[in-house]
T-cell receptor, first 113, second 113 residues
Framework: SQTIHQWPATLVQPVGSPLSLECTVE??????LYWYRQAAGRGLQLLFY??????ISSEVPQNLSASRPQDRQFILSSKKLLLSDSGFYLC????????????FGPGTRLTVL | GENVEQHPSTLSVQEGDSAVIKCTYS??????FPWYKQELGKRPQLIID?????GEKKDQRIAVTLNKTAKHFSLHITETQPEDSAVYFC????????????FGKGTKLSVKP
């Protein structure tokens, strides 16, 4: 069966520091991968998605970037964090084989101070 | 751009009553409509979904209805239980973009014992 991992689970970072969040998927090949951000008490905002290695699409202009160095690895990064980057970051995958079901990872709660 | 509106934002019901959450979408090409349940601090979990070639789908106490003409779909929970308390999100696919979902802002459901 497929599983999705994210780490770290929680992170507290100072303003201006770099960020690297990692997401990996097991049990499937060539998945579509997604990064979402959820602000406290708010909905899900799609940040990036990827349909293959090295292929990244950005949904909103922002302080963040994404990379997909391997088929089942998706990384969210920032060179300098802002206070507004705080939130719950969720990685998700879908099979990309004509189905749309998306399955979420456990999330990373980021607090920027 | 494409949009998904979700109502109500909060809903409080007595245990055993029914709960209904409604969503409307703007993209007539949308063809897949999932519902997610998110408990506090946890990841969103897919609870039911419906495709555009079906008008209704039921799974035990949960049902979803779709009206393509009116571009709206609804989640129905019968015989609610305290463990149904959570935030529920609807979503719709962005037409022509496989797998990408546009989410509603969520409904916080509280079931009072």
């Amino acid at each position: 069966s497929q599983t999705i991992h994210q780490w770290p689970a929680t992170l507290v970072q100072p303003v201006g520091s770099p960020l690297s969040l990692e997401c990996t998927v097991e049990g499937t090949s060539n998945p579509n991968l997604y990064w979402y951000r959820q602000a406290a008490g708010r909905g899900l905002q799609l940040l990036f998605y990827s349909v293959g290695i090295g292929q990244i699409s950005s949904e909103v202009p922002q302080n963040l970037s994404a990379s997909r160095p391997q088929d089942r690895q998706f990384i969210l990064s920032s060179k300098k964090l802002l206070l507004s980057d705080s939130g719950f970051y969720l990685c998700a995958w879908s099979s990309g084989q004509g189905t749309n079901e998306q399955f979420f990872g456990p999330g990373t709660r980021l607090t920027v101070l | 751009g494409e949009n998904v509106e979700q109502h109500p934002s909060t809903l409080s019901v007595q245990e055993g009553d029914s709960a209904v959450i409604k969503c409307t979408y703007s993209d007539s090409a949308s063809n897949y409509f999932p519902w997610y349940k998110q408990e506090l601090g946890k990841r969103p979990q897919l609870i039911i979904d419906i495709r555009s070639n079906v008008g209704e789908k039921k799974d035990q106490r949960i049902a979803v209805t779709l009206n393509k003409t009116a571009k709206h779909f609804s989640l129905h929970i019968t015989e609610t239980q305290p463990e149904d308390s959570a935030v529920y999100f609807c979503a719709a696919t962005r037409g022509g973009s496989q797998g990408n979902l546009i989410f509603g802002k969520g409904t916080k459901l509280s079931v009072k014992p």
